[in-house]
């Protein structure tokens, strides 16, 4: 009995590992891979080519609902250990506490990581889709909004394979920023870029994404032309 209830708390201690290829032009350049404990969640986000490239890993805490409750953003250094924290925050009831800033979260607010990976950009895509009127306010002041592109269904090894592509604008004339979701609104790439983070087996697909994205982004230039 001992050991079949120390199986069951191994189990339950058990990480859940979700891993995406960053390739360059069709080359590979690195990988991002996502580790869930419990309500922790570790993202190593590794990538180089031709002296371009990020060595990132952020830690976040996931309340039951989902919410972000803590995050924090450290490098990973040369030798593959992880440094200090240079960027973190934490949700203690209803306020942030980032550094030295004290501010509200407001109903539905989003609070993330300046220095954060496409996983982070995919989880704010999600959270926005859920959002009336697909906008949420953001931390300290501010908001982001969310349009839905594209919901297509493509075939993936001979399975049907939901795919939507999400662009998020903050209002402060920033471009807006581009994300594919799976049906269940799990990171599958991210937008046309010099670097792609994607699904291993969605790779193949990316050709078809581009063109997707690609003809919106056309249709937005000679909307703003007009």
Avoid: C
């Amino acid at each position: 009995m001992t050991g079949f209830f120390a199986a069951l708390l191994l189990s339950a201690a058990a990480a859940d590992s979700s891993r995406w290829v960053v390739t360059n032009h069709g080359r590979p350049a690195g990988e991002m891979v996502a580790t869930t404990r419990g309500d922790s969640l570790i993202v190593r986000f590794v990538f180089r080519d031709r002296n371009r490239g990020t060595r990132l890993e952020t830690r976040y805490r996931r309340a039951a609902t989902g919410v972000l409750v803590s995050g924090e953003s450290r490098p990973i250094l040369g030798g593959g250990e992880v440094g200090q924290p240079t960027e973190a925050f934490a949700l203690v009831n209803d306020t942030v506490v980032a550094g030295t800033l004290r501010a509200a979260l407001k109903p539905g607010g989003w609070v993330g990581l300046r220095n954060s990976t496409p996983w982070e950009t995919a989880a704010m895509a999600r959270h926005l889709l859920g959002r009336p009127g697909r906008v949420a306010p953001l931390v300290p002041n501010g908001e982001v909004r969310a349009t839905l592109i594209a919901d297509t269904t493509l075939r993936l090894r001979g399975r049907p394979l939901r795919a939507r592509l999400v662009m998020m604008a903050r209002g402060d004339g920033a471009p807006p920023v581009g994300v594919w979701l799976d049906g269940r609104g799990d990171l599958l790439a991210t937008e046309v870029q010099w670097f792609i983070t994607a699904r291993e087996e969605v790779t193949t697909l990316l050709p078809v994404l581009r063109r997707i994205e690609l003809a919106w982004r056309n249709r937005e230039a000679e909307r703003i032309a007009a």
